[in-house]
C-alpha cells in the first residue's frame, strides 16, 4: 500500500504533524548530551517559549500542554485552507 504520493498536498493533518516535528526538534537542540527520555523531559520543562514561526507554545515545570489555543479552518482541494469566523448550521 502507498502512504503517500509524490504530488501529495498538505492537510490539517500533515499541518499538525508538521508542528509537532518542529517542536521536537526545538526540544532536542536544547538538550546538552545524549539525548534520553528524561533529558527530553528536562528540556521540555526547562524550555519556556518556542515560536514555530508564529505559533508560540509555552512549557515549564507544570505545563507541558504548549498552547491551549484552537485553530478552526476549512481545508480546500488546492491544499489552502482558510480560518472559520464563526461556526453556522449546513444549509444556512
Known amino acids: ?3 503517500s504520493a509524490a ?5 490539517c493533518v500533515s499541518r499538525g504533524g508538521y508542528r509537532v ?4 526538534i526545538a526540544i532536542l537542540e536544547k538538550i546538552g548530551g545524549e539525548p534520553t527520555r528524561a533529558a ?7 524550555s519556556g517559549a518556542i515560536d514555530l514561526g508564529g505559533l508560540k507554545l509555552a512549557f515549564g515545570e507544570s505545563s507541558n500542554q504548549g498552547s491551549n489555543q484552537v485553530f478552526l479552518t ?3 482541494p488546492d491544499a489552502s485552507f482558510k480560518a472559520l469566523e464563526r461556526l453556522e448550521k449546513s444549509g444556512s
Do not use: M, Y
Open 1 to 3: 500500500r502507498k502512504l
Open 7 to 11: 504530488d501529495a498536498q498538505p492537510g
Open 21 to 24: 516535528g518542529r517542536t521536537i
Open 40 to 46: 527530553f523531559v528536562e528540556a521540555v520543562r526547562k
Open 74 to 76: 476549512t481545508n480546500h
